[in-house]
């Protein structure tokens, strides 16, 4: 009349369950994005992402040093600029942003922690696309390429350690490894943006880099229902010389997550974006969430489904709890 089998017995106690706990959630594991607006003489929040901000050069610093304390993995940065043009040529200057940031952070932090940069153009131009126009106005893939060597090349003399394209153009990872190379930035790794979706969850994000966008990115970026897509996409950017991979969105998107880290040889890290941390604030604002509980259980299961990394909003706040 009683159970042959009892699982519970294995959840008694606190000191059971972390245990038997299968999942493990580090601060070492969590990568923090920031956000530097070039001019800016103050922080500037982030009406749609409470908590976040558009940094200033000396704020910047004091975030990042206060991470890498927390024991955060690394750091990710994406330049607001004041200007922007149809190329993006502020994406490439020595004294545009994100660059002058970069070389700012490598100085204060050296390799204390790891120093990634958005290698994309979407924050850098005028009409708010991820690459060139065309004639028909449409995104020119292989002039756009060409743009991203250069970019590459910028962010690694500034002192990044990985270089995140994000554009989810066709051939990118190669061309970039190409470009580093020949400049002599060998040691200069690739996290490959390789599952990118045109996901409304983005839409934060849009604020946070004062994005231009008129209309979308359905035509390089993935379609929500394409989960093979993803697995081909992966393995291109695999051949092509990509140190580590990403799937963006993480949350709606955690069957993918696990596919890829089941076909990766190479580290898989997701990002945890801007409408997913919204979304949780908005619902804890209101008192329906208990605040960390939910965080730590959304980066949990994020890791669960298979990111050896985590890009979040929460990684400094997240890691004070973890420690």
């Not at 069957?255 to 040889?265: F, H, K, M, N, T």
């Not at 329906?288 to 979040?312: F, K, N, P, Q, Y």
Request: aromatic share 6%; net charge negative; charged share 25%.
């Amino acid at each position: 009349m009683f159970p042959e089998h009892r699982p519970r017995r294995l959840r008694g106690t606190a000191a059971l369950r972390r245990l038997v706990s299968e999942t493990t959630l580090r601060p070492r594991q969590l990568i923090l994005p920031l956000f530097v607006a070039e001019g800016a003489d103050q922080p500037r929040p982030i009406a749609s992402m409470p908590g976040v901000v558009q940094h200033t050069r000396d704020s910047l610093r004091k975030a990042a040093v206060d991470a890498v304390r927390a024991g955060v993995g690394g750091l990710m940065l994406f330049g607001v600029p004041e200007e922007r043009d149809a190329t993006g040529s502020g994406a490439v200057a020595e004294d545009g942003v994100l660059n002058v940031a970069l070389r700012d952070l490598r100085a204060e932090l050296g390799d204390d922690t790891v120093l990634m940069a958005d290698t994309c153009l979407d924050e850098f131009t005028d009409h708010g696309h991820c690459g060139v126009l065309d004639a028909s106005g449409a995104v020119d893939n292989d002039a756009t390429l060409e743009v991203y060597a250069e970019m590459a090349v910028a962010q690694a003399e500034a002192g990044a350690h990985l270089l995140g394209p994000s554009g989810m153009m066709d051939g990118q990872v190669g061309v970039i490894r190409r470009a580093l190379d020949e400049a002599g930035y060998t040691g200069t790794g690739i996290l490959a943006y390789s599952a990118k979706y045109a996901s409304a969850f983005y839409g934060p994000f849009r604020e946070a880099v004062d994005s231009q966008l008129k209309g979308d990115r359905k035509s390089y970026q993935q379609d929500p229902g394409n989960a093979r897509e993803a697995l081909r996409e992966i393995e291109l950017d695999l051949a092509e010389g990509a140190d580590a991979i990403m799937v963006k969105p993480a949350l709606a998107y955690l069957d993918v997550l696990r596919a890829a880290a089941e076909l990766s040889p190479v580290p898989v890290a997701a990002y945890n974006i801007s409408g997913e941390y919204a979304m949780v604030e908005a619902a804890a604002a209101n008192g329906w969430l208990d605040r960390e509980r939910t965080i730590l259980e959304v980066l949990t299961s994020i890791r669960r489904a298979g990111a050896d990394m985590i890009l979040t909003y929460w990684a400094t706040e997240a890691a004070a709890w973890l420690d």
